[in-house]
């Protein structure tokens, strides 16, 4: 198999993507995106990468139960996809992207899951 020659080694780089809006929040020392979602919605992250070879990607998360139990396809795959989120699964994740060539290049996205309470409140004749 022939090389192109302008095909050069490459150290990764990465960049997430998501539907929906996303905010830039400051924090003490540094800023973090954030991205806020209702409970019960489908969450899509996707993480694009660049490098050659081509960089194997990783999802982790912090915050909440340990690895959240995704789904092993997803773990891996570019896009993560979790349907009907629940606030549990809230904290950072982590797109990891290695190739052996340099460092590994991360970014994070921290994911707020919000839940929506429909109350009703019966207020009686009285008043009470």
Same mark, same amino acid.
């Given at each position: 198999?022939?090389?192109?020659?302008?095909?050069?080694n490459s150290p990764p780089s990465v960049r997430i993507i998501h539907s929906g809006h996303a905010c830039n929040v400051e924090e003490e020392r540094h800023t973090e995106?954030?991205? *806020?979602?209702? $409970?019960? $919605?489908?969450?899509?992250? *996707?993480?694009?990468?660049?490098?050659?070879?081509?960089?194997? +990607?990783?999802?982790?998360?912090?915050?909440?139960?340990?690895? @959240?139990?995704?789904? @092993? /396809?997803?773990?891996?795959? $570019?896009?993560?996809?979790?349907?009907? +989120?629940?606030?549990?699964?809230?904290?950072?994740?982590?797109?990891?992207?290695?190739?052996?060539?340099?460092?590994?290049?991360?970014? /994070?996205?921290?994911?707020?899951?919000?839940?929506?309470?429909?109350?009703?409140?019966?207020?009686?004749? @009285?008043?009470?």
């Open positions: 198999m022939k090389r192109d020659p302008y095909m050069h995106r954030v991205y *806020t979602i209702r $409970e019960g $919605e489908t969450l899509e992250l *996707t993480c694009l990468v660049t490098g050659h070879p081509r960089p194997q +990607i990783r999802w982790t998360k912090t915050a909440g139960s340990v690895s @959240d139990r995704f789904q @092993d /396809s997803s773990v891996f795959n $570019e896009t993560l996809h979790i349907a009907k +989120i629940q606030r549990t699964q809230g904290g950072r994740y982590y797109c990891k992207a290695e190739n052996g060539l340099g460092s590994p290049a991360i970014k /994070s996205i921290r994911v707020d899951v919000y839940c929506e309470y429909h109350t009703r409140l019966n207020i009686g004749h @009285d008043g009470t």
